[in-house]
């Protein structure tokens, strides 16, 4: 931390009465060493920051922090109040204030010496020296860490005479692991061991906005009560340096789960099945013990959380020891999961938009020209072409949040750029998945060179952007765009002209796809490529035919599990039957996932009756000639579909297929007494010996 903080720095006599007073008076001493170049500009950013959470913490210390865009390099500077200030903190003012100022574009190395600082402030040792020093000079040093703190209590002049005691202490239980480190087994078991002997093993995530001080303070924290309660307790910072994720085995061995942040936590359904304590990141700093027993006393009484939902694809993306395929399809995943909601909002307007003014609405002006409040063809006008605009924005957030999920932030600017380029050359969704990978395989590749010390701020922000945009737009425009374009238009043309056989054969196939996974990747897939077809202000005949197939078939299995439980509910358990309920409203809705209860209790008998319904029904859906105009809603856009009985037929057909093969499947053999179950409350349907000699279903 040799050039983050100097003598010019430190004020040991810090007169400032309140903590914006105080932030200006450290922020002053940086403008005039050119770490700042703006001093308002810096000081708003402070106070935007501190207006998210107060920075201050128990035993006198405050921590005003920022990124900020005018700041030219990592700095930090540290003031003493013989007064106190009040930053907010619950037992008082604060007489140690640290001003931290990170560029906008702070490179991991200087993150990284930032989070060291903020774990130290959790040393009671480190804080007495801070409050005995009387040089500006020691005090910069002990604060980058060129001479350690003398014990607390020890005189001003003691810090050499501590040294060897401080290496003796290291040695033993004294020394803080390094992030992410475990206690190691004493040779008795610890005061909080678990009744095998073996130590209580806690894992712990913590994060705050910014990511600079608050992440590692209350990893500190929680490291520091772990030790004096004799709990193992890791933790996985998720800072602004990144974060390595915590080793599964490590996870899969804990008895407990602490969550310690202010913004979402990353992959969290990683901890799922955990006791788990969910607070923010000062509680984490100011109360580790109680959150410690808070989660023993849980584990005690068997609370566990329930299964978190999956976070975005791009969370889940990168683990390690994944082959170059499952990776693919995670990135793949992150670029559908964000633009599906778009494909939802803006197909639904755009069929809204039809509902009211008609088919010929797509011809109406713009509402900014023409628009009479009382006329209902305005607004069908406005909703159409709201709808339009939101479809414009298909392929860029495809392309982005491809790119997201391979290389993270600095990966949206070429991969949104690719994107636009796609809809500008006419290469549609092909182009934009292109667009999407290149981008950021071209961002990979940028960040793999070994830049300059001095450039590594402006990279994120300036360099990475400007070079990365530059070679996707340049390989889409001039290389392969024109190709990708001409494919599209294949493929286009060729479902144009699906009639027939091969209509009703593309139909069975994609009623096959969406109820092979029930909302999982291959079902993606099939909802994507319909959806794809009717992203446009005026889509083709054989595009709606598609559509309308693949939402028929994807409300299949959910109905179907609904009404095998109401005509034999026998052959499922009670909470199979009470699932079932709520797979009417499921299955109504477009909602394929609400089969997944049944699936993954009995996956041999329900999946493959879901696929064989599924396709009936998108044969049949396929073959009446049905047409959608809306990606979702289930019946409850029937108004907006071509041939609605028919359509409503298909389905019916596809549910009665697919229940008489679950019933017949379930049949074949004997189950548990009605309302039977496990002995540990699971809810799929158990045999017994004394009911058949055939075992557990799968």
């Given at each position: 931390?040799?050039?983050?903080i100097?003598?010019?720095?430190?004020?040991?006599?810090?007169?400032?009465d309140?903590?914006?007073?105080?932030?200006?008076?450290?922020?002053?001493?940086?403008?005039?060493?050119?770490?700042?170049?703006?001093?308002?500009?810096?000081?708003?950013?402070?106070?935007?920051?501190?207006?998210?959470?107060?920075?201050?913490?128990?035993?006198?210390?405050?921590?005003?922090?920022?990124?900020?865009?005018?700041?030219?390099?990592?700095?930090?500077?540290?003031?003493?109040?013989?007064a106190?200030?009040?930053?907010?903190?619950?037992?008082?003012?604060?007489?140690?204030?640290?001003?931290?100022?990170?560029?906008?574009?702070?490179?991991?190395?200087?993150?990284?010496?930032?989070?060291?600082?903020?774990?130290?402030?959790?040393?009671?040792e480190?804080?007495?020296?801070?409050?005995?020093?009387?040089?500006?000079?020691?005090?910069?040093?002990?604060?980058?860490?060129?001479?350690?703190?003398?014990?607390?209590?020890?005189?001003?002049?003691?810090?050499?005479?501590?040294?060897?005691?401080?290496?003796?202490?290291?040695?033993?239980?004294?020394?803080?692991p390094?992030?992410?480190?475990?206690?190691?087994?004493?040779?008795?078991?610890?005061?909080?061991?678990?009744?095998?002997?073996?130590?209580?093993r806690?894992?712990?995530?913590?994060?705050?906005?910014?990511?600079?001080?608050?992440?590692?303070?209350a990893?500190?924290?929680?490291?520091?009560?772990?030790?004096?309660?004799?709990?193992?307790?890791?933790?996985?910072?998720?800072g602004?340096?990144?974060?390595?994720?915590?080793?599964?085995?490590?996870?899969?061995?804990?008895?407990?789960?602490?969550?310690?942040?202010?913004?979402?936590?990353?992959?969290?359904?990683?901890?799922?099945?955990?006791?788990?304590?969910?607070?923010?990141?000062k509680?984490?700093?100011?109360?580790?013990?109680?959150?410690?027993?808070?989660?023993?006393?849980?584990a005690?009484?068997?609370?566990?959380?329930?299964?978190?939902?999956?976070?975005?694809?791009?969370?889940?993306?990168?683990?390690?020891?994944?082959?170059?395929?499952?990776?693919?399809?995670?990135?793949?995943?992150?670029?559908?999961?964000?633009?599906v909601?778009?494909?939802?909002?803006?197909?639904?307007?755009?069929?809204?938009?039809?509902?009211?003014?008609?088919?010929?609405?797509?011809?109406?002006?713009?509402?900014?020209?023409?628009?009479?409040?009382?006329?209902?063809?305005?607004?069908?006008?406005?909703?159409?072409?709201?709808?339009?605009?939101?479809?414009?924005?298909?392929?860029?957030?495809?392309?982005?949040?491809?790119?997201?999920?391979?290389?993270?932030?600095?990966?949206?600017?070429?991969?949104?750029v690719g994107?636009?380029?796609?809809?500008?050359?006419?290469?549609?969704?092909?182009?934009?998945?292109?667009?999407?990978?290149?981008?950021?395989?071209?961002?990979?590749?940028?960040?793999?060179?070994?830049?300059p010390?001095?450039?590594?701020?402006?990279?994120?922000?300036?360099?990475?952007?400007?070079?990365?945009?530059?070679?996707?737009?340049?390989?889409?425009?001039?290389?392969?765009?024109?190709?990708?374009?001409?494919?599209?238009?294949?493929?286009?043309?060729?479902?144009?002209?699906?009639?027939?056989?091969?209509?009703?054969?593309?139909?069975?196939?994609?009623?096959?796809?969406?109820?092979?996974?029930?909302?999982?990747?291959?079902?993606?897939?099939?909802?994507?490529?319909?959806?794809?077809?009717?992203?446009?202000?005026?889509?083709?005949d054989?595009?709606?035919?598609?559509?309308?197939?693949?939402?028929?078939?994807?409300?299949?299995?959910?109905?179907?599990?609904?009404?095998?439980?109401?005509?034999?509910?026998?052959?499922?358990?009670?909470?199979?039957?009470?699932?079932?309920?709520?797979?009417?409203?499921?299955?109504?809705?477009?909602?394929?996932?609400g089969?997944?209860?049944?699936?993954?209790?009995?996956?041999?008998?329900?999946?493959?009756?879901?696929?064989?319904?599924?396709?009936?029904?998108?044969?049949l859906?396929?073959?009446?000639?049905?047409?959608?105009?809306?990606?979702?809603?289930?019946?409850?856009?029937?108004?907006?579909?071509?041939?609605?009985?028919?359509?409503?037929?298909?389905?019916?057909?596809?549910?009665?297929v697919?229940?008489?093969?679950?019933?017949?499947?379930?049949?074949?053999?004997?189950?548990?007494?009605?309302?039977?179950?496990?002995?540990?409350?699971?809810?799929?349907?158990?045999?017994?010996?004394?009911?058949?000699?055939?075992?557990?279903?799968?």
């Amino acid at each position: 931390m040799s050039e983050m903080i100097t003598a010019d720095l430190v004020d040991l006599d810090l007169s400032a009465d309140t903590k914006e007073a105080a932030a200006r008076a450290l922020a002053e001493r940086m403008v005039a060493k050119g770490r700042v170049t703006d001093l308002d500009g810096f000081l708003a950013d402070v106070a935007a920051r501190e207006a998210q959470m107060p920075t201050g913490l128990d035993g006198g210390i405050g921590i005003p922090h920022c990124r900020s865009e005018h700041v030219t390099e990592p700095t930090l500077a540290f003031g003493r109040s013989a007064a106190g200030i009040d930053f907010g903190a619950p037992d008082g003012p604060a007489d140690l204030i640290f001003l931290i100022a990170a560029p906008a574009g702070a490179d991991d190395a200087h993150l990284t010496i930032l989070s060291s600082l903020a774990r130290q402030l959790m040393n009671a040792e480190f804080t007495s020296a801070l409050r005995a020093v009387d040089d500006a000079a020691a005090a910069a040093a002990l604060i980058r860490g060129d001479e350690p703190p003398a014990p607390a209590g020890a005189p001003e002049n003691a810090v050499a005479e501590s040294n060897a005691a401080a290496s003796a202490d290291s040695a033993t239980d004294g020394a803080a692991p390094v992030p992410g480190a475990t206690v190691e087994d004493g040779p008795a078991p610890a005061p909080g061991a678990t009744d095998g002997g073996q130590p209580f093993r806690i894992v712990a995530v913590t994060s705050c906005p910014t990511g600079i001080a608050h992440t590692y303070m209350a990893a500190e924290s929680l490291e520091n009560a772990g030790r004096e309660a004799g709990v193992e307790v890791v933790v996985e910072t998720q800072g602004s340096a990144g974060f390595t994720r915590l080793d599964p085995a490590v996870i899969a061995a804990a008895d407990g789960v602490i969550f310690a942040h202010d913004v979402p936590v990353r992959d969290k359904d990683r901890f799922a099945g955990k006791p788990t304590v969910d607070v923010g990141v000062k509680a984490g700093i100011n109360k580790p013990t109680e959150l410690i027993t808070q989660v023993r006393d849980k584990a005690a009484r068997g609370e566990v959380s329930a299964g978190a939902a999956p976070g975005t694809p791009v969370e889940r993306a990168g683990e390690s020891g994944e082959g170059y395929g499952t990776k693919l399809r995670k990135w793949l995943m992150s670029g559908v999961s964000y633009m599906v909601p778009f494909v939802a909002a803006g197909g639904l307007l755009i069929a809204l938009g039809f509902a009211i003014g008609g088919y010929k609405i797509n011809k109406a002006p713009s509402v900014m020209d023409h628009f009479l409040w009382t006329q209902a063809d305005s607004w069908g006008a406005l909703f159409f072409q709201i709808g339009v605009v939101s479809f414009g924005f298909l392929v860029p957030v495809l392309a982005g949040y491809i790119a997201y999920g391979m290389a993270d932030r600095p990966g949206l600017v070429p991969g949104f750029v690719g994107g636009a380029i796609s809809l500008t050359i006419n290469a549609g969704f092909l182009g934009g998945l292109a667009a999407g990978l290149i981008a950021g395989g071209v961002v990979i590749g940028i960040q793999k060179v070994k830049i300059p010390a001095a450039l590594r701020g402006i990279m994120p922000v300036v360099v990475i952007p400007l070079i990365s945009a530059a070679i996707v737009g340049f390989l889409m425009f001039v290389v392969i765009g024109k190709p990708i374009a001409s494919a599209q238009k294949g493929m286009t043309d060729w479902l144009n002209g699906l009639t027939g056989t091969n209509a009703v054969l593309l139909g069975m196939l994609l009623g096959l796809m969406m109820c092979f996974d029930l909302g999982g990747p291959v079902n993606k897939v099939a909802y994507t490529f319909a959806t794809a077809g009717i992203a446009v202000a005026s889509p083709s005949d054989s595009a709606m035919k598609i559509m309308a197939a693949v939402m028929a078939a994807g409300m299949v299995p959910p109905l179907a599990m609904a009404l095998a439980t109401t005509v034999r509910g026998k052959l499922f358990t009670q909470t199979e039957r009470e699932n079932g309920k709520a797979a009417w409203v499921l299955g109504a809705s477009f909602i394929s996932e609400g089969a997944i209860p049944f699936a993954a209790a009995d996956p041999l008998r329900v999946i493959p009756s879901a696929m064989v319904g599924g396709a009936v029904t998108g044969a049949l859906s396929m073959a009446f000639g049905a047409t959608l105009r809306a990606p979702h809603g289930g019946i409850f856009v029937v108004p907006l579909i071509g041939n609605p009985f028919l359509y409503l037929i298909a389905i019916a057909a596809g549910v009665c297929v697919t229940t008489a093969l679950v019933v017949t499947l379930k049949g074949l053999r004997k189950q548990a007494p009605e309302g039977g179950a496990t002995a540990a409350g699971a809810d799929a349907p158990i045999s017994t010996k004394a009911q058949s000699k055939e075992p557990v279903a799968a």
